[in-house]
């Protein structure tokens, strides 16, 4: 207790509010594109006017306006936009040379779509949810490992790089610890480059002997791992790997034909992990070159040239761009059959009867489109091969592994699950569908693509999730009594269809350092959109707001990249006379045609911006 209190009149005015004013924003955080508001209030002296200036993270300025003091203060509001992190809100007064206050807020992000309609909003929620429920985080003998198992398998307490790897569609977004998982693997690789099929808790690894596919999942896992952490020392630790691991494949007798240079793999069918009941050579024999080998490894050279030529190897980079373009024309001259790529091409003798497999659509079409095998034209008639299909079956979805599977009269398997319109022999696969989405929407089939994602939005709400196969009823199948309906190599796809196919926020150089964003709402009839794409493993993310109007089209936009590249459905009818950023007009170019119209433009500012597209 003071024995002397001062009074209010006591207290030196230099020390009081009044000597320097008050600036104060109306939240603590915020996401991209949420207006701040700044309310002010002036000094005892009497200011009239203030400046607001506002700066990132990296201290640079991306808001500045001079704001009226009224009596009772004033304020301005602006769009949160730019790097994630720590804002900075100063508050300048006229003739000084410093600023006389400054407020922080916080500048955060997460993944998510908003567009009112709950088929598009609650894919990814959902799957967040459910995916997590396969997340496993161990302590094996050599570190630890965090990944996401398979839904079906029976290693239960054990990790498949492809179910993993094919899960990072959608855990991307959430997860923080996507490294470790992958050093496990990397370590484990032998002298000669071959990689393990999968990790058990206790350190066991397993290969299945006629898989030819594991050293190109392992480099698109490395690949867009690096996307999302932005790690680019652990890259270079990496890659050597990665070129001992294709080195491996492209010498190993039972994976190489010098004769077509392309991978091989033992009689399968497509992607899948097992022949021919009885075939039990372990890949020595009974080759075919299959499609789901060839997209896998032109896209994996193609990351290759990619993850060089980031780190300034441009030799290297060349080097696998090359083979990554020559390959993928060997591929398709040998297998697109003018509607579609061929199931395999036998390189050993099998007798198949009178059982027509060029007939058969292979679940790795879908890769084809999405991987790059296919170009334009070949990905349309794909697209439309299904949708025929469809038609002539009545199936409940085009997700078929194989259509048809091999009839129950060749007498091929005796596991029920492996009878024609089961399993991997014709039943309807979850994540099949979700690349066939994406396929249609970057296809110009952008309607059937919605249509597709409406389909399984409507599966969700009647099933809770998504398992590994169906029926071509929709009856849910059994392999294994370790069947759950949250399997991520099945939901990531759909998030992938959503995020990079319909909302159209692709990353094509890690870290959002350049996206390419292709709107295509008007395919949906939605009318306005917020899209938001971050990884959880870094600040790298890209926002946008979009609007159709009557006679315009709106986009506001935010990211932490340093290019954007945008390409916009336009609705039917619609006709751009200009496209302005800021109220400035830019340049712009047309795409396509018909339904399948695009404007395309690239804004000077990577970072922020409004453009408007306006209708002749």
Known sequence: MLLFPLAAADHPASTSVGAYGAIATNARSYRPLDLVTVSVSGRAKGDTTCRVRVADPSQRVYFEKDVDIAAKGGSVRFPATGQLGTHYVYLWWPGEKRYSRYVNFRLDAETGIETGDRDFDAIYPITREAMQLGRRDYQTPRGRFVGYISADTWHFDGIWLRDWIYSLPGYKYWEREMQCGLDRFLEVQRADGQTPD?????????????????????????????????????????????????????????????VNRLIKRQHSCDTWDYDIDGASDKGAARHVIANCDQSGYAL??????????????????????????????????????????????????????SFDETKQLTMGNTWA???????????????????????ATGDKYPWWSLQPGYPNSLGYWKDEYRQQGAYANGGLMPWVGGELARGALQSERETYGVELIRQYAAHLRETGGAQVWYWPDGTPGHRTTNEVNYAGWGMAQWVDAVMEGLAGIRDVSGQFRRAEVSIRWPAAGVTSAQATARYAASDAYFSYQWRAEPRS???????????????????????????????TDMKFDREGAGE????????????????RIAAQ
Not at 203 to 208: I, K, L, Y
Not at 212 to 231: F, H, M, N, Q, R
Not at 371 to 377: E, F, I, P, V, Y
Not at 564 to 579: C, I, Q, Y
């Open 596 to 611: 399948s119209t695009y404007v395309s433009f690239t804004p000077e500012n990577a970072q922020r911006g409004e453009v």
């Open 553 to 583: 089209l709106f986009i506001a936009y935010s990211g932490s990249g340093t290019e954007t590249r945008f390409r916009v459905l336009l609705p039917a009818g619609f006709t751009p006379r200009a496209v302005m950023l800021n109220g």
């Open 198 to 258: 999968g990790i058990e808790r206790d350190g066991r690894t397993w290969r299945v002997g006629l898989e030819s596919d594991v050293e190109y999942i392992l480099t698109l896992g490395v690949w867009d791992t690096w996307k999302a952490t932005g790690d680019d020392v652990w890259l270079r630790g990496a890659l050597p790997k990665l070129e001992k691991a294709m080195a491996y494949i492209r010498s190993d007798a039972k994976h190489w034909d010098p």
């Open 369 to 391: 489109m999405t991987r790059g095998l296919a170009d334009g034209k070949q990905a349309t008639a794909i697209v439309d091969e299904y949708r025929r299909r469809q038609r």
């Open 300 to 353: 994996a050279f193609r990351g290759l040239s990619e993850m060089y030529a980031h780190l300034g190897d441009a030799a290297a980079s060349q080097r696998w761009a090359k083979e990554a373009d020559e390959y993928r024309e060997r591929a398709a001259k040998l297998l697109w059959d003018g509607t579609k790529f061929l199931h395999h091409v036998h390189l050993d003798s099998i007798d198949h009867g």
